[in-house]
């Protein structure tokens, strides 16, 4: 009898352990996984590349982020939730970004570079980018004039392409599945080895629609709408402007008009 009893306590005091086991990896791996939620997000659009010279005088990493729907919203709650932020601040921050990155004509990327050895020098930055939007090649319409300068160490910014066609003025996005960024290899003797950087992102899911919501919208449609304003009553200044000359000139013409009848 005393075997079978001994046997029991065992098992029960497995049992036990096995699950005050389970309760502690809970513990730790629900709130991790939590956590990491929007963690997962922010790298799932991020992309990285590592270069090394041949004889190791220079190495390059090149990250970029393409700031898509989902990453910005990800970002703004990461942000909230590691400044315990109330929701008219995370919402002041919501604007303040998509006011940065000016989404509404732009499309916006992330630029992170990080050398040792050799300094590289990226001047112009500009002549160095092209983004692939389908069969479309875009041009840079702005970066971070930092970049224009020699780099040596760690050095990141912003750069931004065109939405929108100048011509048509329709979405250069509208039907495009993926977004590819070229740097050209030529910028350091560590990428010149294997060509020029490509980066690649799927923006089949991305919908950017989803941001047009909330106080941050709200506060930027304002801005777009006094915006519109200012151009507009620009234009219709010229318009009268315009308008009081061609009314001096058909003055004159009647007056001489009139001058030549009486004759």
């Given at each position: ?140 319409v702005d970066y971070d004039k930092r970049f224009n300068f020699k780099l040596q160490g760690q050095r990141d910014g912003m750069i931004w392409f065109p939405r929108y066609d100048a011509k048509t003025g329709k979405s250069l996005l509208e039907g495009v599945k993926d977004l590819r960024l070229l740097i050209s290899g030529s910028i350091s ?75």
């Amino acid at each position: 009898m005393l075997i079978p009893a001994l046997m029991e306590k065992k098992k029960k005091g497995r049992r036990a352990f096995f699950g005050l086991a389970v309760l502690f990896l809970l513990a730790w791996v629900l709130p991790a996984a939590g956590a990491s939620v929007e963690e997962r997000v922010l790298k799932a659009w991020t992309r990285r590349g590592d270069y090394t010279e041949g004889n190791g005088t220079q190495t390059v990493t090149i990250k970029v982020t393409y700031y898509s729907a989902e990453y910005i919203e990800a970002l703004v709650r990461s942000e909230a939730e590691k400044n315990l932020w109330t929701n008219d601040e995370e919402e002041r921050y919501r604007y303040s970004l998509l006011k940065t990155l000016n989404l509404d004509e732009c499309i916006a990327f992330h630029v992170d570079f990080n050398t040792t050895g050799t300094p590289v020098f990226l001047m112009p930055f500009d002549r160095h980018l092209k983004l692939y939007a389908g069969k479309r090649v875009l041009e840079p319409v702005d970066y971070d004039k930092r970049f224009n300068f020699k780099l040596q160490g760690q050095r990141d910014g912003m750069i931004w392409f065109p939405r929108y066609d100048a011509k048509t003025g329709k979405s250069l996005l509208e039907g495009v599945k993926d977004l590819r960024l070229l740097i050209s290899g030529s910028i350091s003797q560590a990428t010149t080895r294997a060509g020029d950087v490509r980066f690649v992102w799927d923006i089949t899911g991305d919908d950017p629609s989803v941001l047009n919501t909330g106080k941050a919208a709200s506060r930027l449609e304002v801005d777009r709408l006094i915006k519109r304003l200012e151009k507009l009553n620009a234009e219709r200044a010229s318009l009268r402007s315009q308008l009081d000359v061609v009314e001096k000139e058909l003055d004159e013409i009647d007056r001489r008009v009139d001058e030549l009848q009486r004759q």
